[in-house]
């Protein structure tokens, strides 16, 4: 079975330092990995995925995830926060078990 | 302009109304999904349309009926709801190219924000 677990559900960053969001994943097979975000009364949003090319992902608005098999992870970053990423970001995963599975999400906060 | 648009935006209603939520995609996508998303819990599925047929329905009470009547529209019916029901719900689609999830890509509409008094 698959689970995606988010270890923080609260993330606070100043503007201008670097941003980790964490994701653990489980699953049985070789899965396919999404990170989504979503602004304050919207929708949400793909910003990357993962789905067995390069382990190294680059997504929208300088984010990026790696993708390691042996630490099933799956952990977003962005060199330099701004204020305009203060949002909620929800890590997926899917696998041929044919569910999609969210993540509890990690709201991430920007101090100025 | 988001491809996904769901009306109405805001909603409130009775426990003894009947109300219907509107889905429209302008993505050419096969299929179309209705979530939940409540305070302090994670997304939940409820119902997935593939093709115009449903193809999960998520242990989701009777007092919900979604309906597909193409690939472009889908509806979620409320009736005799629960305060508890009162949640965003969100609209969304995706290309269903070999009838698995695993390269499947959500595209989603803003939602509707449901108040059941």
């Given at each position: 079975a698959q689970s ?23 699953s ?65 995963v899917s696998d041929r078990d044919d569910k999609i599975i969210f ?10 | ?44 599925l ?10 999960e329905?998520n ?41 698995t999830y695993v ?15």
């Amino acid at each position: 079975a698959q689970s995606v677990t988010q270890l923080d559900s609260h993330v606070s960053v100043s503007e201008g330092t670097p941003v980790l969001l964490r994701c653990n994943y489980s699953s049985s097979y070789s899965p396919s990995l999404f990170w989504y975000v979503q602004h304050p009364n919207k929708g949400l949003q793909l910003l990357l995925k993962y789905t067995s090319a390069a382990t190294l992902v680059k997504g929208i608005n300088g984010f990026e995830a790696e993708f390691k098999k042996s630490e099933t992870s799956f952990h977003l970053t962005k060199p330099s926060a701004h204020m305009s990423d203060a949002a909620e970001y929800f890590c997926v995963v899917s696998d041929r078990d044919d569910k999609i599975i969210f993540g509890k999400g990690t709201r991430l906060h920007i101090l100025p | 302009e988001t491809g996904v648009t769901q009306t109405p935006r805001h909603l409130v209603m009775g426990m003894t109304n009947k109300k219907s939520l509107k889905c429209e995609q302008h993505l050419g996508h096969n299929a179309m999904y209705w979530y939940k998303q409540s305070a302090k819990k994670p997304l939940e599925l409820m119902f997935v349309y593939s093709l115009e047929e449903r193809v999960e329905n998520n242990s989701v009470p009777s007092r919900f009926s979604p309906e597909c009547p193409n690939s472009s529209h889908l509806f979620l019916h409320l009736h005799t709801l629960q305060p508890e029901d009162s949640a965003l719900y969100l609209c969304a689609s995706s290309q269903d190219q070999d009838g698995t999830y695993v390269l499947r890509e959500l595209f989603f509409g803003e939602g509707s924000r449901l108040t059941v008094l």
